[in-house]
T-cell receptor, first 118, second 112 residues
C-alpha cells in the first residue's frame, strides 16, 4: 500500500456521461498530480495541485477539471465522455515545495482508477 | 517529437541475464532522473532516483545518466522472473513544481 488512495478502482460508463475520480494523498503530502495512462500514449501529465491551488497544467482537455479540497484530497471530473477517454487514471502525491521549489520531487502513485467508456 | 523517448519493447530475457533499459530526452533543463517500475494493473513505484550526471547503484540495479548525450540507462543484473514488469523512465526540471515527464515504458519479461 503506497498510502495514496484512489476510488473507484473500476468504472464503466457510457459516452456523454460525467464521472468523478477521487484521490486521497499520502499523509503529509501537499501536492497532488493526476496522470492518464493509455496504451498508445503512456503516462500523460494532466494537472497538479499544491495545497489547494493549481500549480501546473499539462495536456488536460477542457472537458476535464480538477480541484483539491482543504483536507487535501483531490477530485478529477471528466465530462462529456468519449470512447477515447477510456484509460487508467493515476493520482500521485508528493511533499512538493510549490512555487519556486526544486525539481527534486519523488511522486508516490496510487493504484489507479480504470475507466471504461462504452 | 516527445520530450522523452523510450522503446516500448517488449523485451524478453532468460533468468540471470543482464538487462539494459534506456531513454533519451530532448529538454536540457531536466536535472532529476528516475526509474519507476509498474507491475500489471498496479501503480508505478519508484525504483531509482538520480540527480544530474553519474551512476547510482542499489543492489542489482544501476542507474546511469549522461547529460551530455541526453541519455539515461537502467541496468538490472542477475535478472529474476519477479523483475517482469514495465519500466518507466521519468524526468523533471528545477522550478517546475516537481511534475514528472514519463517515457512510454519498456515491458520486460524475464523467463525462468
Amino acid at each position: 500500500d503506497s498510502g495514496v488512495t484512489q476510488t473507484p478502482k473500476h468504472l464503466i460508463t457510457a459516452t456523454g456521461q460525467r464521472v468523478t475520480l477521487r484521490c486521497s494523498p499520502r499523509s503529509g503530502d501537499l501536492s497532488v498530480y493526476w496522470y492518464q495512462q493509455s496504451l498508445d500514449q503512456g503516462l500523460q501529465f494532466l494537472i497538479q495541485y499544491y495545497n489547494g491551488e493549481e500549480r501546473a497544467k499539462g495536456n488536460i482537455l477542457e472537458r476535464f477539471s480538477a480541484q483539491q479540497f482543504p483536507d487535501l484530497h483531490s477530485e478529477l471530473n471528466l465530462s462529456s465522455l468519449e470512447l477515447g477517454d477510456s484509460a487508467l487514471y493515476f493520482c500521485a502525491s508528493s511533499v512538493a515545495a510549490g512555487r519556486g521549489g526544486s525539481g527534486a520531487n519523488v511522486l508516490t502513485f496510487g493504484a489507479g482508477s480504470r475507466l471504461t467508456v462504452l | 517529437q516527445k520530450e522523452v523517448e523510450q522503446d516500448p519493447g517488449p523485451l524478453s530475457v532468460p533468468e540471470g541475464a543482464i538487462v539494459s533499459l534506456n531513454c533519451t530526452y530532448s529538454n536540457s533543463a531536466f536535472q532529476y532522473f528516475m526509474w519507476y517500475r509498474q507491475y500489471s494493473r498496479k501503480g508505478p513505484e519508484l525504483l531509482m532516483y538520480t540527480y544530474s550526471s553519474g551512476n547510482k547503484e542499489d543492489g542489482r540495479f544501476t542507474a546511469q545518466v549522461d547529460k551530455s548525450s541526453k541519455y539515461i540507462s537502467l541496468f538490472i543484473r542477475d535478472s529474476q522472473p519477479s523483475d517482469s514488469a514495465t519500466y518507466l523512465c521519468a524526468m523533471s526540471a528545477r522550478n517546475q513544481g516537481g511534475k514528472l515527464i514519463f517515457g512510454q515504458g519498456t515491458e520486460l519479461s524475464v523467463k525462468p
